[in-house]
C-alpha cells in the first residue's frame, strides 16, 4: 500500500494563486529563501487532505491575501489507482471534492478520509509533517510522554487510548490510595471510624437530652418574645432620637417663618431682563456707530494700487477679455482633473482585465449571439452526456454483478428433460403403432393422436436451456446493449468537447475553462467598454488641456508678472478685477458711510431714551438702584426658598410631630425614658440568650456526635457511599490495565523493529556517535560509541532533535505497508551542523526508494551537492 503526492494546484492559499507544483515518486526537493512559503505549502498539504482549520485560528488558514477563490486541488496515486481532491471554503472544514481519474468516476466526499486512514490531521502533524519546533519538543516530553509517544507510533490510532487509560488512572488514584489521606475512599473510611464512635457515645445519654431540649425550646420562645418588645421599643426610642436630632433644623424653620415678606411689582426677574436687554442695545448702538467711523476714515485714506494693478490698466483691452474667460476656465480646469483621475480608474481596470484574460498580449474575442446560443446549447448537451454515461456506467456496473452472480452451476446447466427427447419421441411412435391395432376407429384416431402429442412434446416442448442459463442470456444481451450506449456517449461526449475546444480556440479561450467562459465573455465585454471610455476621455483631456495652456499663454504675454500655476492665476485676476470695481465704488462707498452715521446716532438716542423711560417708571434715577431694589427681592424669595427646604429635609411626619412638643428639654426627658426602657429589655434578652446559649452548650456537648437516629442513618448512607466509591475505583483500574495490556499486545510486534530501525537511522545521523536507541519501562535513553548511556535531558538541542526525526522515519518505513502517506519536511535541519545535514539528506534519499519524501528547505547546497528525483526552486 503505497501513496504519493503528483500535483499540488493552488487556487489561492496565502502568498500563492494559481501555481501548479510537479512532484515525483522518490525524493523531491523544494528550495528557497525565507518567506518564500515552505510552511505555506507545508500547510496547504495538510489542508487540502485533511481540511481548512476554524476561522477561531485565522494563522492557520492562510486564507489568499489577493482575494482569490481560497482553496486548491492535490493530485495523488494510492495503491495504483489515481486521485483528483479539491477543497475550497466551506463549512466543516471546506467543501470537498474527490475523484477516481483512473475509472472517470466522482466519489463521496466521505471515502477521502476511508483513503487515507488510519492516518488524520493530527498523526500527520506529528509524525509525517516534520519541522524545527516540534522536532524541538522532544525537550519537553516526560519520561511517560516519550513512553506513550513510541506506543504511538508502534500502535496507530492508540493517543485516544492511552490519553483514558492516564484519565481512568488518576481517577483511581483520587478515589483510593493505601497510603493517603486525600483520596475520597481514605477519608469515608475515617469518617466512618468516627460515626462509629460517636453513636456509641451517644447510646449513653439519651434521658438528660430531652430534658435539656424542653428547657432549650422554653428558652427560645422567650428569647422571640424579648425580641419582639425590644424592636418596637428601639423604634420609639429611634423616633425621638430623630426629633431630638432635628431639632436645631427645626428651630430655623420656625424662625424663617417670622418674617413677613410683601411683594413688590416692576422689580422681578423679568423686569431685569428687559432692563440688561436695553443697555446692550445701547452698548451694541454706540459700537456700530464707532466702527461706521473708522470705515469712513479708512475709505478716505485709502488713494495707493498695488504694482500689478498698475500694469494692468496699460493692457485692459487685452486682459478684460481674458478675466471674462476665467469662469469657462476654471471649469475647463476642474474636468481635466475629473478626465485624468477618471482615464486613470479606466486604464487600471482594463489592465487588470487583460492580466486576468489576455494570452500572449492579445485578449480574446466577444461571443456573437448565435456563438453563445451555440455553446449553451452544447455545455448543456454535454453535461447531459456525461450525466447519461454516468448512469449507463451505474447500471453496467450492476449487470456485471448480477452476471456473475448468475454464473449456473454444473448441475443448473444439465436438463434433464432434455435427456429424455429421444425416449419421449420413441414413446409416441410406439403409441401411435399401437393405436393402429385398437378395434374400433374412434380408439384408433383417439390413440394416433396421443402418440402424434406425446413426440411433439419430446421434440418440440421440452428445452435443451435451463431457465438459469436463459437468465444469463437475456443479462449478456442487457449488458452489450449497455455497453453500445456508453461507446455512443463517449463518442457524442468527444465530439460536444472538440466543438467546443474549436469555438475556444477560435476566440482565443484556448486555456481557459469553458465554466469560466460566462465570466470571461462578461469581462471581455467589459475591458471593450473600458477601451472606448479611454480614448473618449483621452480625446476630452486633450481638448481641456488645450484650452488652459492657451488661455495661460494668452494671460502671460499681456502680464508678463502673473504665475504660470492656474489656481494662482486665478486668485490674481479675481484681485485685479475686485481693485477695479473697488475704485469705481470707493465714491458711493463715503456716501454711504456718511449716512450711515447719521442713522447710527439716531439708534444710540433711542436707546439711551428706553433706559430712562425703564427707570423712571419705577421711580429711580440710575440702574444701580434698580439692581439694588431686585437683590432685596431676591433675599426675600431665597428665604421662602430655604424654609421650603427645611420642611423637606425634616419630612412631613416629623415636623408635624415636633410642631406638638412643647419644649427642648420636654424632648429630651422622652428621649431619655425611652432609651432606659431598651437597656432594660436589652438586659433581659441577653440574660436569656446567655442561658440558651448555656443549654444549646450542654446540648452540643451531649449530642457532639448526633442523635442516635441521625448517626445510624449517616453511617447507613456512608456505607453505601463507601461501596459505591470501591465499586468505581475498581471499574477505573480494571479498565485502565486493560487498555495498557492491550495496547502492549497491539505494538508489541512493531515497535522493537521500529526501535531497531530507529537505532540504525539515528547511527547514520550522527555518524556512529551513538549506535543505539532502547526504551525500558521508565525511561529513554541513547548508547554512545564508546558505551555510555545517555538519556534525553543530556543531549543537545540538534543531536536530541535528531533522535526524534530518527524514530519518525523509522516509523514512516516500517509502517509503509499499512500507512501511505509521504514524508514533508519543513526546514527542520536548522540545528544540524554541516554534517549531520548532509547525512540527513543522504538518509532521506535512502528512504525515498520506499516512501516519497518532499523536503521544503531554505540550504543552496541541496542543489549543488544533493542528487534529487525533482528539484524546484519557488522564486522561480
Known amino acids: 500500500m503505497t501513496m504519493r503526492l503528483n500535483r499540488?494546484?493552488?487556487?489561492?492559499?496565502?502568498?500563492?494563486?494559481?501555481?501548479?507544483?510537479?512532484?515525483?515518486?522518490?525524493?523531491?526537493?523544494?528550495?528557497?529563501p525565507n518567506e518564500a512559503g515552505k510552511s505555506t505549502l507545508t500547510q496547504f498539504i495538510s489542508a487540502i487532505l485533511f481540511g481548512f482549520p476554524t476561522k477561531k485560528h485565522p494563522a492557520l488558514r492562510y486564507e489568499p491575501l489577493d482575494g482569490s477563490r481560497f482553496g486548491g486541488e492535490i493530485a495523488f496515486t494510492l495503491s495504483g489507482t489515481d486521485y483528483l481532491v479539491s477543497r475550497v471554503d466551506g463549512p466543516r472544514g471546506g467543501k470537498v471534492t474527490l475523484r477516481n481519474t483512473t475509472l472517470?468516476?466522482?466519489?463521496?466526499?466521505?471515502?477521502?478520509?476511508?483513503?487515507?486512514a488510519p492516518v488524520d490531521a493530527q498523526l500527520f502533524a506529528h509524525v509525517y509533517a516534520i519541522n524545527e519546533p516540534q522536532l524541538g519538543t522532544v525537550f519537553a516530553a516526560s519520561k511517560q510522554e516519550l513512553i506513550d509517544r513510541l506506543r504511538h507510533v508502534g500502535a496507530v490510532g492508540s493517543d485516544f487510548w492511552l490519553r483514558q487509560a492516564q484519565l481512568l488512572e488518576n481517577s483511581a488514584e483520587d478515589l483510593y490510595k493505601p497510603q493517603g489521606r486525600k483520596p475520597t475512599l481514605n477519608q469515608l473510611l475515617q469518617e466512618h471510624q468516627v460515626l462509629t464512635d460517636k453513636l456509641n457515645k451517644a447510646n449513653t445519654s439519651y434521658t438528660t437530652y430531652w430534658e435539656l431540649r424542653q428547657r432549650q425550646q422554653h428558652l427560645q420562645a422567650q428569647q422571640t418574645d424579648l425580641q419582639r418588645q425590644l424592636a418596637v421599643h428601639r423604634q420609639i426610642a429611634n423616633q425621638y432620637d430623630?426629633?431630638?436630632?432635628?431639632?436645631?433644623?427645626?428651630?430655623?424653620?420656625?424662625?424663617?417663618?417670622?418674617?413677613?415678606?410683601?411683594?413688590?411689582?416692576?422689580?422681578?426677574?423679568?423686569?431685569?431682563?428687559?432692563?440688561?436687554?436695553?443697555?446692550?442695545?445701547?452698548?451694541?448702538?454706540?459700537?456700530?456707530?464707532?466702527?461706521?467711523?473708522?470705515?469712513?476714515?479708512?475709505?478716505?485714506?485709502?488713494?495707493?494700487?498695488?504694482?500689478?494693478?498698475?500694469?494692468?490698466?496699460?493692457?485692459?483691452?487685452?486682459?478684460?477679455?481674458?478675466?471674462?474667460?476665467?469662469?469657462?476656465?476654471?471649469?475647463?480646469?476642474?474636468?481635466q482633473y475629473r478626465l485624468q483621475t477618471e482615464q486613470a480608474d479606466?486604464?487600471?481596470?482594463?489592465?487588470?482585465?487583460?492580466?486576468?484574460?489576455?494570452?500572449?498580449?492579445?485578449?480574446?474575442?466577444?461571443?456573437?449571439?448565435?456563438?453563445?446560443?451555440?455553446?449553451?446549447?452544447?455545455?448543456?448537451?454535454?453535461?447531459?452526456?456525461?450525466?447519461?454515461?454516468r448512469r449507463l456506467q451505474q447500471q453496467l456496473n450492476q449487470l456485471n454483478e448480477q452476471y456473475r452472480q448468475q454464473q449456473p452451476t454444473r448441475q443448473q446447466r444439465q436438463n434433464p428433460l432434455a435427456d429424455k427427447q429421444i425416449g419421449w419421441l420413441a414413446a409416441g411412435?410406439?403409441?401411435?403403432?399401437?393405436?393402429?391395432?385398437?378395434?374400433?376407429?374412434?380408439?384408433?384416431?383417439?390413440?394416433?393422436?396421443?402418440?402424434?402429442?406425446?413426440g411433439y412434446y419430446g421434440v418440440f416442448i421440452v428445452d435443451s436451456s435451463t431457465p438459469a442459463s436463459r437468465q444469463q442470456q437475456s443479462l449478456a444481451e442487457d449488458i452489450r446493449d449497455v455497453q453500445a450506449?456508453?461507446?455512443?456517449?463517449?463518442?457524442?461526449?468527444?465530439?460536444?468537447?472538440?466543438?467546443?475546444?474549436?469555438?475556444?480556440?477560435?476566440?482565443?479561450?484556448?486555456?481557459?475553462?469553458?465554466?469560466?467562459?460566462?465570466?470571461?465573455?462578461?469581462?471581455?465585454?467589459?475591458?471593450?467598454?473600458?477601451?472606448q471610455r479611454i480614448e473618449a476621455a483621452d480625446a476630452q483631456l486633450t481638448t481641456a488641456t488645450t484650452a488652459l495652456t492657451d488661455f495661460k499663454t494668452a494671460v502671460q504675454r499681456a502680464l508678463p508678472a502673473v504665475t504660470t500655476d492656474f489656481p494662482a492665476l486665478t486668485a490674481q485676476l479675481?484681485?485685479?478685477?475686485?481693485?477695479?470695481?473697488?475704485?469705481?465704488?470707493?465714491?458711493?462707498?463715503?456716501?454711504?458711510?456718511?449716512?450711515?452715521?447719521?442713522?447710527?446716532?439716531?439708534?444710540?438716542?433711542?436707546?439711551?431714551?428706553?433706559?430712562?423711560?425703564?427707570?423712571?417708571?419705577?421711580?429711580?434715577?440710575?440702574?444701580?438702584?434698580?439692581?439694588?431694589?431686585?437683590?432685596?427681592?431676591?433675599?426675600?424669595?431665597?428665604?421662602a426658598s430655604q424654609r421650603t427646604a427645611l420642611a423637606q429635609q425634616i419630612g412631613k411626619q416629623p415636623l408635624a410631630a415636633l410642631q406638638q412638643v412643647t419644649s427642648h428639654e420636654a424632648l429630651a426627658q422622652q428621649t431619655t425614658t425611652a432609651a432606659g426602657q431598651v437597656v432594660t429589655l436589652q438586659h433581659q434578652l441577653d440574660t436569656a440568650t446567655a442561658q440558651l446559649a448555656t443549654t444549646a452548650g450542654q446540648l452540643a456537648h451531649l449530642t457532639a456526635s448526633g442523635t442516635q437516629a441521625t448517626l445510624r442513618q449517616r453511617l447507613a448512607n456512608l456505607e453505601t457511599q463507601m461501596q459505591d466509591v470501591?465499586?468505581?475505583?475498581?471499574?477505573?483500574?480494571?479498565?485502565?490495565?486493560?487498555?495498557?495490556?492491550?495496547?502492549?499486545?497491539?505494538?508489541?510486534?512493531?515497535?522493537?523493529?521500529?526501535?531497531?530501525?530507529?537505532?540504525?537511522?539515528?547511527?547514520?545521523?550522527?555518524?556512529?556517535?551513538?549506535?543505539?536507541?532502547?526504551?525500558?519501562?521508565?525511561?529513554?535513553?541513547?548508547?554512545?560509541?564508546?558505551?555510555?548511556?545517555?538519556?534525553?535531558?543530556?543531549?543537545?538541542?540538534?543531536?536530541?532533535?535528531?533522535?526524534?526525526?530518527?524514530?519518525k522515519l523509522a516509523f514512516a518505513v516500517v509502517m509503509a505497508q499499512q500507512v501511505a502517506m509521504p514524508v514533508v519536511i519543513d526546514d527542520g535541519f536548522v540545528n544540524f551542523d554541516a554534517q549531520r545535514r548532509e547525512a540527513a539528506y543522504r538518509l532521506l534519499a535512502s528512504i525515498s526508494a520506499d516512501i516519497q519524501v518532499i523536503l521544503f528547505t531554505a540550504d543552496t547546497t541541496v542543489a549543488d551537492g544533493l542528487t534529487t528525483e525533482n528539484l524546484i526552486r519557488l522564486t522561480d
Open 574 to 639: 479675481q484681485e485685479l478685477q475686485a481693485t477695479r470695481q473697488r475704485l469705481q465704488a470707493q465714491e458711493s462707498d463715503v456716501t454711504a458711510s456718511a449716512v450711515r452715521l447719521k442713522r447710527d446716532q439716531v439708534a444710540v438716542d433711542q436707546a439711551q431714551h428706553a433706559v430712562t423711560t425703564f427707570l423712571q417708571t419705577r421711580n429711580l434715577r440710575s440702574t444701580d438702584a434698580f439692581y439694588q431694589q431686585y437683590q432685596q427681592i431676591r433675599e426675600q424669595g431665597n428665604r
Open 485 to 531: 450506449q456508453l461507446r455512443e456517449g463517449s463518442h457524442e461526449i468527444n465530439q460536444l468537447t472538440s466543438q467546443l475546444d474549436d469555438i475556444g480556440d477560435a476566440h482565443g479561450l484556448g486555456e481557459i475553462p469553458v465554466v469560466q467562459w460566462a465570466a470571461a465573455q462578461e469581462a471581455i465585454v467589459e475591458w471593450d467598454r473600458l477601451t
Open 104 to 116: 472517470d468516476l466522482t466519489l463521496p466526499a466521505a471515502t477521502l478520509a476511508q483513503l487515507l
Open 429 to 454: 411412435l410406439v403409441v401411435l403403432v399401437g393405436s393402429m391395432f385398437l378395434p374400433a376407429t374412434i380408439f384408433k384416431l383417439a390413440g394416433a393422436m396421443l402418440g402424434v402429442a406425446v
Open 8 to 32: 499540488l494546484t493552488i487556487y489561492g492559499f496565502g502568498k500563492f494563486h494559481d501555481r501548479t507544483f510537479h512532484l515525483t515518486k522518490g525524493f523531491n526537493a523544494l528550495l528557497g
Open 726 to 807: 470501591t465499586q468505581a475505583w475498581l471499574v477505573d483500574r480494571l479498565v485502565s490495565q486493560w487498555i495498557a495490556a492491550t495496547l502492549a499486545a497491539a505494538s508489541g510486534d512493531r515497535l522493537p523493529q521500529i526501535v531497531k530501525m530507529a537505532s540504525q537511522f539515528y547511527g547514520k545521523l550522527t555518524e556512529n556517535r551513538y549506535t543505539e536507541i532502547e526504551l525500558t519501562p521508565a525511561t529513554l535513553r541513547v548508547r554512545r560509541m564508546d558505551g555510555d548511556w545517555r538519556s534525553v535531558s543530556q543531549l543537545s538541542r540538534g543531536t536530541a532533535e535528531q533522535l526524534d526525526l530518527a524514530v
Open 346 to 389: 479606466f486604464q487600471r481596470r482594463a489592465s487588470s482585465i487583460e492580466q486576468q484574460y489576455a494570452q500572449g498580449g492579445q485578449m480574446p474575442r466577444v461571443f456573437s449571439l448565435a456563438t453563445t446560443q451555440r455553446v449553451h446549447e452544447l455545455t448543456s448537451n454535454l453535461t447531459l452526456a456525461t450525466q447519461k454515461r
Open 242 to 335: 430623630q426629633q431630638l436630632a432635628l431639632w436645631p433644623v427645626y428651630q430655623q424653620w420656625v424662625t424663617l417663618g417670622d418674617a413677613t415678606d410683601r411683594p413688590v411689582s416692576g422689580f422681578q426677574q423679568n423686569d431685569a431682563a428687559a432692563l440688561e436687554r436695553l443697555t446692550n442695545q445701547v452698548t451694541a448702538t454706540v459700537a456700530t456707530l464707532k466702527d461706521d467711523q473708522d470705515q469712513l476714515a479708512t475709505l478716505q485714506e485709502q488713494a495707493q494700487l498695488p504694482p500689478l494693478f498698475q500694469d494692468y490698466l496699460l493692457v485692459t483691452a487685452q486682459v478684460d477679455p481674458l478675466i471674462a474667460q476665467l469662469p469657462e476656465m476654471t471649469i475647463a480646469a476642474r474636468e
